[in-house]
């Protein structure tokens, strides 16, 4: 798939709500995994002799995410995944993500998920710990920053995260980073191999309260979207990618299709000169 011997670090950035990342650690441990804590509050109590970075200040979850990212990429790690804290993680995880049979373009993958973007989620939605993982993949318009992993390649390439248009809330960054990775040739899959549990937004919740969050982390997000990529960014996020606020009406929704791992998703559409699994 890659050429090279492949690894991953992934990075948990926490902000307090302990109980979480010691959850979601007993999972990162389970699995062999190589990770990364970045302490944002600076009082992260350790429950063995995990590797913990704190920074001066709280950098957020975005700038935890780009530390993470610039630490796997100094120490020779061909891949590099944010993690949020307040996840479970399936079985395999690891080696899901590495998968040999994914795509040779493979620039940003995540794992399905109970709920997220949609164009993520598991058909059924079943506790991390009840997986079991399918053989399919699915080009997708963009992955969520809850769990993504990137290529160091792709890293290099594209310039890694925009923490000067998203960096308070984060949200927008991944949509930004998928459409930077698709222009520059990269594919952005799903892996359903690997699933996680997400329990939504706790640590931002507790910090800002939801809907003031909410409502100004998506004001942020579109702002951000529209400076970068201009008023018609919705043109690289079909129906279908993002959760549809509970105010707005339901909206046609592209499909997305799975594809077997290891085969050539050959006669689909293109998009920005890549492979396209989503159908309208």
Same mark, same amino acid.
């Given at each position: 798939?890659?050429?090279?011997?492949?690894?991953?670090?992934?990075? %948990?950035?926490?902000?307090?709500?302990?109980?979480?990342?010691?959850?979601?650690?007993?999972?990162?441990?389970?699995?062999?995994?190589?990770?990364?804590?970045?302490?944002?509050?600076?009082?992260?109590?350790?429950?063995?002799?995990?590797?913990?970075?704190? $920074?001066?200040?709280?950098?957020?979850? !975005?700038?935890?995410?780009?530390?993470?990212?610039?630490?796997?990429?100094?120490?020779?790690?061909?891949?590099?995944?944010?993690?949020?804290?307040? /996840?479970?993680?399936? +079985?395999?995880?690891?080696?899901?993500?590495?998968?040999?049979?994914?795509?040779?373009?493979?620039?940003?993958?995540?794992?399905?998920?109970?709920?997220?973007?949609?164009? *993520?989620? *598991?058909?059924? +939605?079943?506790?991390?710990?009840?997986?079991?993982?399918?053989?399919?993949?699915?080009?997708?318009?963009? %992955?969520?920053?809850? !769990?993504?992993?990137?290529?160091?390649?792709?890293?290099?390439?594209?310039?890694?995260?925009?923490?000067? /248009?998203? !960096?308070?809330?984060?949200?927008?960054?991944?949509?930004?980073? !998928?459409?930077?990775?698709?222009?520059?040739?990269?594919?952005?899959?799903? /892996?359903?191999?690997?699933?996680?549990? =997400?329990?939504?937004?706790?640590?931002?919740?507790?910090?800002?309260?939801?809907?003031?969050?909410?409502?100004?982390?998506?004001?942020?997000?579109?702002?951000?979207?529209?400076?970068? =990529?201009?008023? +018609?960014?919705?043109?690289?996020? $079909?129906?279908?990618?993002?959760?549809?606020?509970?105010?707005?009406? /339901?909206?046609?929704?592209?499909?997305?299709?799975?594809?077997?791992?290891?085969?050539?998703?050959?006669?689909?559409?293109? =998009?920005?000169?890549?492979?396209?699994?989503?159908?309208?």
């Amino acid at each position: 798939m890659y050429g090279h011997v492949v690894s991953l670090l992934i990075t %948990v950035p926490v902000y307090g709500q302990h109980e979480y990342s010691h959850a979601v650690l007993g999972d990162l441990e389970r699995e062999g995994a190589d990770f990364l804590i970045v302490d944002n509050r600076g009082d992260y109590p350790r429950i063995g002799d995990e590797r913990v970075i704190t $920074p001066r200040g709280n950098l957020g979850w !975005a700038g935890g995410s780009e530390l993470g990212f610039r630490v796997a990429f100094s120490e020779g790690y061909s891949h590099a995944m944010t993690l949020n804290n307040d /996840t479970r993680l399936s +079985k395999g995880f690891v080696a899901a993500l590495l998968d040999s049979r994914l795509p040779d373009d493979a620039g940003v993958v995540g794992p399905s998920i109970d709920y997220g973007f949609p164009c *993520a989620e *598991a058909e059924e +939605k079943l506790s991390a710990a009840d997986y079991i993982p399918r053989p399919f993949y699915r080009a997708v318009p963009a %992955v969520e920053g809850t !769990a993504l992993m990137l290529s160091r390649e792709c890293w290099l390439t594209i310039g890694g995260l925009n923490l000067h /248009t998203f !960096a308070r809330y984060g949200w927008g960054i991944d949509l930004d980073l !998928a459409v930077r990775a698709r222009e520059a040739g990269y594919g952005v899959y799903i /892996t359903e191999m690997a699933y996680i549990n =997400h329990f939504g937004h706790k640590t931002a919740n507790a910090t800002f309260g939801r809907r003031r969050y909410e409502v100004m982390a998506n004001v942020a997000k579109v702002r951000g979207m529209r400076k970068l =990529h201009s008023r +018609k960014w919705r043109r690289h996020v $079909p129906p279908g990618t993002l959760p549809s606020p509970q105010w707005r009406k /339901t909206v046609a929704n592209e499909t997305y299709t799975s594809i077997r791992l290891g085969d050539e998703p050959a006669g689909q559409a293109t =998009h920005d000169g890549h492979a396209r699994a989503w159908s309208t």
